[in-house]
């Protein structure tokens, strides 16, 4: 007997270390809608492996990619809720859930990646951060997406009258969908995770994304017809839960929130590598890229959006601010 007590209790001993050399004391989950090897998706695991070093593996962050969590939309409200820990999301994504945001959502807002870095980096930056808190969510870090142009299963776009009458997928967001009103074209407002079989069945024409995403996504495959309008260049985030947030010690937090700023300096990096990579792959495929475009009628073309938009004093110095940022 008492040697079944002695191997009892040893048996136990192990099992508690080898609890303790292997577990996690908190465990994060963290949603992405893209698939392991996209820039988003390796940052956050970075991000992570950073993470559980510094706290001595005490706390875990597990990437949850392609969309396994759910929808984009889904899962932002779950990340309100503290059901999910963390998010790496599109602005144009929280436009509805988080206000603030709306307005960087808007077209040709940004000139160029650099313009839209010095806007985030900065106060602006700063500022619509903090707005999260109030939705129950931090914000942790930004990510660089590029520009969204359109394309499509039918023809080339060479112009705007070439989109008039078509259907597009846009994300849910009403600015996206003023955006391809203000263009002739139709907007459907559709998660991503529907769009492929929405093209290869016709329900839509096509849809609007950057060089990544269309790659990644495989829409190229029933979309070959892609224009560089460039009309979107909406920044990615990663969000936390405020329940998670609140559960962390201060240090914990400051150690979430280095790791989350250096996966910001690694997603930009990696985001510009992507590009390209994607870019070469998809004409390798066989799309047929319009990259000379007059883009100024698309410009131009926006102003309805702008007046819609943009129309307290505070949107009209915040959107000022943005284009006055160098
Ligand atoms: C991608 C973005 C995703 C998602 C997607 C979409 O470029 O990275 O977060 O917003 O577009 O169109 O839904």
């Known amino acids: ?26 465990t994060l989950r963290s949603s992405d809608t893209h698939p392991d090897g996209y820039p988003t998706v390796e940052a956050v695991k970075a991000m992570a492996k950073e993470v559980e070093a510094k706290t001595d593996g005490r706390i875990c962050i597990e990437v949850y990619p392609s969309a396994q969590l759910g929808e984009e939309k889904d899962t932002i409200e779950q990340t309100q809720l503290g059901v999910i820990d963390m998010v790496r999301a599109s602005f144009g994504t929280f436009n509805d859930i988080v206000p603030e945001t709306q307005l960087f959502s808007l077209p ?32 942790l870090a930004n990510y660089d997406s590029g520009s969204r142009s359109f394309y499509n ?34 907007a459907t407002p559709m998660p ?7 093209i290869q069945t016709g329900v839509i024409d096509g849809a609007e994304n950057n060089w990544p995403s269309y790659d990644s996504s495989g829409h190229y495959e029933v979309a070959p017809y892609y224009t560089l309008d460039q009309h979107l260049m909406v920044p990615e985030l990663v969000a936390m839960s405020k329940t998670t947030w609140n559960k962390l010690s201060p240090e914990d937090q400051t150690v979430i929130k280095a790791a989350a700023k250096n996966s910001e300096t690694l997603e930009r990096k990696l985001w510009a590598e992507q590009e390209k990579k994607s870019e070469d792959k998809v004409v390798a495929a066989g799309v047929k890229v319009v990259k000379d475009i007059d883009k100024q009628p698309f410009i131009d073309a926006m102003k309805p959006v702008y007046d819609k938009y943009v129309t307290t004093p505070e949107a009209k110095d915040l959107v000022a601010r943005i284009q006055a940022t160098q």
């Open 192 to 198: 991503y995770g529907e769009v492929y079989s929405s």
């Open 153 to 186: 299963s039918k023809h080339p776009i060479n112009s705007i009258a070439d989109l008039k009458g078509m259907k597009f997928r846009v994300m849910q967001n009403d600015v996206f969908v003023d955006m391809m009103k203000a263009l002739g074209a139709n």
């Open 1 to 26: 007997m008492k040697k079944t007590l002695t191997t009892l209790a040893a048996l136990l001993a192990s099992a508690a270390f080898a609890t303790a050399a292997s577990a996690c004391d908190m």
């Open 108 to 139: 040709y807002l940004f000139r160029s990646v650099e313009h839209q870095h010095h806007v985030l980096d900065g106060p602006i930056g700063a500022e619509v951060g903090k707005a999260f808190e109030s939705h129950d969510l931090v914000q």
